[in-house]
């Protein structure tokens, strides 16, 4: 049975960091990519540091009277060629009503299983919200599971002892030499992910340093080959 493939298109203009909810229980056969314009708010590293095995790319257009749209409805007829004959899904996430015209288009003309989305986790636009009571039910469950991942964090940091740091920082460089990464990049990322290993916030932290050292999609590109051992 062939496996899904599932493009979501943030325009992070238009719905912030709130878009991106959800992101970490993606899998390797979702695709994550941003449209941003220079004029948009800075994007909270913390909201995508984690977003599961899912491949993420950003890309910054032209500021201007709907750009964003523009490209977004581009990409989206882009995909819908490219992908024809094949079991994928793209979701535009957005709060933007305008693009239920553009996704209509194109699966009249192509087929493709399209919809728009205020967030990764949400549900179609056209369909009804859940019930109050099941908001506060999944809220008060969210919380609970919020709690448990606090407690889990905390207990793994007690356990990362000296020993298992210095093998995890042979493992993070051998990974990026393998990559094909230059020796002082692989001993660079291999220090912040041993002195960050097993701390609460470790993973953003991770993430964080290594954008800020080598840029957005050179460091994307470096963290991407190490995220499923840090």
């Known amino acids: ?12 203009e238009n719905v912030g ?11 390797k056969t979702d695709h994550i990519i941003i449209f941003f314009t220079k004029n948009a708010k ?8 984690d977003h599961g095995d899912a491949e993420l790319s950003m890309i910054e257009v032209p ?3 709907q750009s964003t749209d523009i490209h977004i409805g581009s990409y989206l007829g882009y995909l819908s060629g490219i ?6 899904k793209i979701a535009i996430i957005s709060k933007d009503t305008d693009f239920d015209n553009v996704i209509k288009f194109w699966k009249n003309k192509t087929g493709i299983q399209a ?3 205020q967030q990764i986790k949400g549900t179609a636009a056209k369909e009804k919200t ?7 039910k999944k809220a008060k469950s969210k919380e609970s599971e919020s709690k448990k991942k606090e407690t889990t964090a905390k207990k793994k940091a007690a356990k990362v002892s000296g020993e ?7 493992e993070i460089m051998q990974i990026l030499s393998k990559a094909g990464f230059e020796a002082e990049i692989a001993t660079s990322v291999a220090s912040v992910v041993t002195k960050n290993a097993g701390e609460k916030d470790g993973k953003q932290q991770i993430y964080r340093a290594i954008i800020s050292k080598y840029g957005q999609n050179k460091g994307l590109n470096i963290y991407n080959h190490i995220k499923k051992h840090v």
Do not use: F, H, P, V
């Open 1 to 12: 049975m062939e496996t899904i493939e599932t493009y979501y298109l943030i325009d992070y």
């Open 17 to 27: 960091s709130e878009g991106l909810s959800g992101c970490d229980k993606l899998k």
């Open 42 to 49: 800075k994007i909270d590293m913390s909201d995508i540091a």
């Open 63 to 65: 500021a201007g009277k």
């Open 83 to 88: 992908t024809q004959g094949k079991d994928t």
């Open 115 to 117: 919809s728009r989305l």
């Open 130 to 136: 859940t019930s109050k009571k099941s908001e506060t």
């Open 164 to 170: 298992q740091k210095a093998k995890l920082n042979q």
